[in-house]
């Protein structure tokens, strides 16, 4: 690996360094490297550090976690599945470990022994929603992050941001490009400005309120 990569995670703002798949395989099967996301794209890593998690996106992350057991509850799906911060590969050309991670349907990753701990796309298929929590890393999220996640297929990318306090809904259109929504594919009827509501509660009281307010709204 290069000391250019190596730099990677300890700098303030998000940073991609280009990179071969064996560095990013590096990374990933390094027994001493604990709580880091890793994204790969187009020759390019990108390493952050979970343990620099600030307040606002571990409080938001955990409140979207609630809204949609909230969601959910009033409007059953079949089977729903949570996967945040999970690693998800494409192997030998992308990878991601998104904020949100959100399958709906039967056919959904499941573990088996001697296998090794992330999502394997070649196995399984794309979440139906993936979403990242935006504070410092806003400019990549839009950009970067946006095009990885419309080349992997994913039909669904939201960007929460933190200080805008606005939900960004892309939907991945028939030439593969995500295109600004005003409404959910995988939740349909759930009201995205009544999520940016739920977001401008956090300025005055915990995310477990401002969940219990959404509930009472929905």
Request: charged fraction near 20%.
């Amino acid at each position: 690996m290069t000391s250019a990569i190596q730099t990677a995670s300890t700098t303030t703002l998000p940073v991609w360094k280009s990179a071969t798949w064996e560095d990013y395989l590096a990374y990933r099967d390094d027994p001493n490297i604990e709580r880091i996301r890793l994204f790969f794209f187009q020759d390019r890593l990108l390493i952050t550090d979970m343990g620099s998690e600030g307040i606002d996106h571990s409080s938001i992350r955990d409140l979207f976690t609630l809204i949609f057991g909230f969601w959910f509850n009033q409007n059953p799906e079949p089977i729903i599945s949570s996967f945040c911060g999970c690693l998800l590969e494409k192997s030998p050309l992308r990878a991601v470990a998104p904020d949100l991670v959100l399958y709906l349907g039967e056919d959904y990753p499941r573990w088996q022994s001697g296998e090794r701990r992330y999502i394997n796309l070649n196995k399984w298929r794309v979440p139906n929603l993936v979403g990242e929590i935006a504070d410092t890393t806003l400019a990549t999220d839009l950009d970067e992050k946006k095009h990885l996640y419309a080349a992997l297929g994913i039909p669904e990318y939201w960007v929460i941001d933190i200080r805008g306090q606005r939900v960004i809904v892309f939907q991945l259109d028939a030439n593969g490009i995500y295109q600004e929504s005003h409404n959910s594919l995988a939740l349909p009827t759930l009201p995205i400005p009544l999520l940016e509501e739920t977001l401008v509660r956090l300025n005055d009281e915990t995310n477990f309120n401002a969940a219990l307010w959404f509930a009472q709204q929905i």
